[in-house]
């Protein structure tokens, strides 16, 4: 991870400014962390099912896989991927899929233990679908 030099009392906003210059694979991680974080503060309040749940639910992508992941639908899109890599990418794929089919699971479960809409938890969650090419 990247060093950043901000100074000992920080605003949100310096924060965030300083976040804007880190690198797609450090902000990657600082997303995952924070993620965690906020899951963290709500487990504390929740009971061990939900604990569970969310757990899962935090259980994404790790970046090294979806780094390699981006870099095989790059070559794809410029039709220079191999058959190996070509079939790594089918691979990646499906393993990927899985783990958000198992992580929205955990969402539509902990959505319906609380009785919210999806969409309502995961906006509450700072959860962002986000478009697989």
Not at 93 to 112: G, H, P
Request: hydrophobic share 45%; net charge negative.
């Amino acid at each position: 991870m990247a060093n950043i030099q901000i100074e000992a009392q920080v605003s949100t906003e310096e924060l965030f400014r300083a976040i804007e210059h880190l690198s797609p694979g450090d902000f990657a991680d600082v997303v995952e962390r924070v993620l965690v974080m906020r899951a963290n503060r709500v487990a504390t309040h929740a009971d061990q099912s939900e604990t569970n749940l969310l757990s899962r639910i935090n259980n994404g992508t790790p970046v090294e896989m979806q780094k390699r992941f981006d870099e095989l639908v790059a070559k794809r899109e410029v039709e220079s991927i191999s058959p190996e890599e070509l079939s790594e990418l089918i691979d990646l794929t499906e393993l990927i899929e899985t783990r958000d089919a198992e992580r929205l699971e955990a969402l539509n479960a902990l959505a319906r233990s609380r009785g919210l809409p999806l969409a309502d938890l995961m906006n509450s969650l700072g959860i962002v679908p986000r478009a697989r090419v």
